[in-house]
C-alpha cells in the first residue's frame, strides 16, 4: 500500500519559531510538493522538488523554504513562523514516468501558529 | 491567476440524487484532469480522471464530463449517498513535463442529505 507520511498530525508554535514540516514517501516518486489549504482559497501550491537537492517555487513561496536531501523526505521550513502561517499543509508525491500519474498525499499537519 | 474555476463552493444533496460540480480551465496545454476527494481529517485521494481525448469517463457513479471547446469539465455522482459527503477539488495538469504541477480549483464542500 503506497504511502505518504507527514510527522505530525498537529504543531502548535509561537510567533517567530522556526518550525519544521517532515513529509516521507515510500514510492521511489521523484517529485514531491508541498500545499497548504485554507477554506475557500483550497489546496495551493507553495513548493515542489522534482529530484533530490532540486527545488521550485510553487504559487505561494513567501515566508517557507524547503529541503531535499534525499529522494524520499521532502521537509517544509518556516523560517519564523506567523500567525498567517497557520493552516493545513499537505505533502505529496507523484511518478515522472507516464502521462497521467496520481498524486499520492499525506494525512496532514494542522499547524497553528499563537 | 486562477486557472481552475471550480463551482459550487458548496452543495446539499438529497439521498439519491444526482451532484454536479463544475470546472473551467483557462491554459489550453492543460492534458490531464483529475478530481480529487477528501474526506474530514484526510487527505485528498484520487477518485477519477479524464484526458481531452475522451468527452466522458464513468467509474461507478461517478463520471466525468469533459468539453474541450468549452474548456470546461465537470463530476456528475449518480444516487449520491450520504458516504459521498466530502470535499471534491478538481484539478489540472500538464503531461510530458518531467515535473509537471497539479493546479487544483477551489473545491466544492458536498453534504448529502438520508
Known amino acids: 500500500d503506497v504511502k505518504v507520511t507527514q510527522s505530525s498530525r498537529y504543531l502548535v508554535k509561537r510567533t517567530g519559531e522556526k518550525v519544521f514540516l517532515e513529509c516521507v514517501q515510500d514510492?521511489?516518486?521523484?517529485?514531491m510538493f508541498w500545499y497548504r489549504q485554507d477554506p475557500g482559497l483550497g489546496l495551493r501550491l507553495i513548493y515542489f522538488?522534482?529530484?533530490?537537492?532540486?527545488?521550485e517555487k510553487g504559487d505561494i513561496p513567501e515566508g517557507y523554504s524547503v529541503s531535499r536531501e534525499k529522494k524520499e523526505r521532502f521537509s517544509l521550513i518556516l523560517e519564523s513562523a506567523s500567525t498567517n502561517q497557520t493552516s493545513m499543509y499537505l505533502c505529496a508525491s507523484r511518478e515522472t514516468t507516464g502521462l497521467n500519474t496520481e498524486a499520492f498525499f499525506g494525512q496532514g499537519t494542522r499547524l497553528t501558529v499563537v | 491567476q486562477q486557472q481552475v474555476k471550480q463551482s459550487p463552493q458548496s452543495l446539499i444533496v438529497q439521498k439519491g440524487g444526482i451532484s454536479i460540480i463544475n470546472c473551467a480551465y483557462e491554459?489550453?496545454?492543460?492534458?490531464?484532469f483529475p478530481w480529487y476527494q477528501q474526506f474530514p481529517g484526510k487527505g485528498p485521494a484520487l477518485l477519477i480522471a479524464?484526458?481531452?481525448?475522451?468527452s466522458e469517463k464513468k467509474e461507478g457513479r461517478f463520471t466525468i464530463s469533459f468539453n474541450k471547446s468549452a474548456k470546461q469539465f465537470s463530476l456528475h455522482i449518480m444516487d449520491s449517498q450520504p458516504g459521498d459527503s466530502a470535499t471534491y477539488f478538481c484539478?489540472?495538469?500538464?503531461?510530458?513535463?518531467?515535473?509537471?504541477?497539479?493546479?487544483f480549483g477551489k473545491g466544492t464542500m458536498l453534504l448529502v442529505s438520508p
Open positions: 479524464i484526458r481531452p481525448d475522451v
Open positions: 484539478a489540472a495538469s500538464l503531461s510530458g513535463s518531467g515535473y509537471s504541477t497539479l493546479t
Open positions: 491554459n489550453t496545454a492543460f492534458d490531464y
Open positions: 514510492m521511489d516518486h521523484e517529485n
Open positions: 522538488s522534482y529530484d533530490v537537492k532540486m527545488k
